[in-house]
């Protein structure tokens, strides 16, 4: 099974900042990943496919990167609704795994 | 608009089975799979399978390979989970979602069910 490992596991950021979160893949995975955001109490919603198209409807601010086995998600100018879970996942092969999650927090 | 509900949470004692359903509307059924994630209580998000609605074909997670089956309904537009010999670490919430193709090997999962939370508890 492909492992895939987010970085850092927690974060704590102000409305306004620009953050970064990483995903790396236990081996190459092209361009097969996904960005995922879960709020607490909800189920979670896709924002990046591919690496780095945006999915329909999710703000520009959002934005990904990445290929082979680096990836990162990367939020411009954070707004209060954007403090959540951020999980990646590879497509590249079955089983689809995700990342152990990236909670970003209110400082 | 695409809907994914699912049905509701299920209580199950050790070594029951439990069958999770999700009716989908707003799209043609067969043109997508379904895939089905579970989330342990304040845990991360694991790949429990999918299934092709147009073909019925499967692909289950080693950790639930053999206890799992996945099937489809097309009359209904439902899918369905079934998990045997259940145990308490598959205490979770079940989503089942939407697979979405985006060319070459990319899937991504495009729309969500509400979750069906399992208890398996003595």
């Known amino acids: 099974d492909i492992q895939m490992t987010q970085s850092p596991s927690s974060l704590s950021a102000s409305v306004g900042d620009r953050v970064t979160l990483t995903c790396r893949a236990s081996q190459s995975i092209d361009r097969y990943l996904n960005w995922y955001q879960q709020k607490p109490g909800r189920a979670p919603k896709v924002l990046i496919y591919a690496a780095s198209s945006l999915q329909s409807g999710v703000p520009l601010r959002f934005s990904g990167s990445g290929s082979g086995t680096d990836f990162t998600l990367t939020i411009n100018s954070l707004q209060p609704e954007d403090f959540a879970t951020y999980y990646c996942?590879?497509?590249?092969?079955?089983?689809?795994?995700f990342g152990q999650g990236t909670k970003v927090e209110l400082k | 608009q695409v809907q994914l509900v699912q049905s509701g949470a299920e209580v199950k004692k050790p070594g029951a089975s439990v069958k999770v359903s999700c009716k989908t509307s707003?799209?043609?059924?067969?043109?997508?799979?379904i895939g089905w994630v579970r989330q342990a209580p304040g845990q991360g998000l694991e790949w429990v399978g999918w299934i092709s609605a147009y073909s019925g074909h499967t692909n289950y997670a080693q950790r639930v390979q053999g206890r799992v089956t996945m099937t489809t309904d097309t009359s209904t537009k439902t899918v369905y989970m079934e998990l045997r010999s259940l145990r308490a670490d598959d205490t979770a919430v079940y989503y089942c979602?939407?697979?979405?193709?985006?060319?070459?090997?990319?899937?991504?999962?495009?729309?969500w069910g509400q979750g069906t939370l399992v208890t398996v508890s003595s």
């Open positions: 979602a939407r697979d979405s193709y985006c060319g070459g090997d990319c899937y991504s999962f495009d729309y």
């Open positions: 707003g799209y043609t059924f067969t043109t997508y799979g």
């Open positions: 996942q590879q497509s590249y092969s079955t089983p689809r795994t």
